[in-house]
């Protein structure tokens, strides 16, 4: 059973950090392209980032670069955002997504979302 478990979410003020992690089981992690995405209220989802199995080559959302780095351990299953700088328009459940290709053809999967919310 695939799950990706995201933590690391919470109530920061602006200019400030959080590192979200997703876990993830029940497929072989490094095989996965890994993205992050983000859905703030009444918008639609969008790509924050995302990372190639090796972790050899990353792409970032214009509105976050330079200040997100996402990084992947394959030893450990898990896939990391660490977000710095956080800005208000920040604020959104933010969702792991695990992407491979099973006979061809590319499945993928959500996990259940993690809230960060950039406030003063």
């Known amino acids: 059973q695939v799950q990706l478990v995201e933590s690391g979410g919470g109530l920061v003020q602006p200019g400030g950090s959080l590192r979200l992690s997703c876990a993830a089981s029940g497929f072989t992690f490094s095989n996965a392209a890994m993205s992050w995405y983000r859905q703030a209220p009444e918008k639609e989802r969008e790509l924050v980032a995302n990372?190639?199995?090796?972790?050899?080559?990353?792409k970032y959302a214009d509105s976050v670069k330079g200040r997100f780095t996402i990084s992947r351990d394959n030893g450990k299953n898990t896939v990391y955002l660490q977000m710095t700088s956080l800005k208000l328009e920040d604020t959104a459940v933010y969702y792991c997504?695990?992407?491979?290709?099973?006979?061809?053809?590319?499945?993928?999967?959500w996990g259940q979302g993690t809230q960060v919310t950039v406030s003063s």
């Open positions: 997504r695990a992407d491979r290709s099973v006979w061809g053809v590319n499945v993928h999967y």
């Open positions: 990372i190639i199995n090796t972790g050899g080559d990353t």
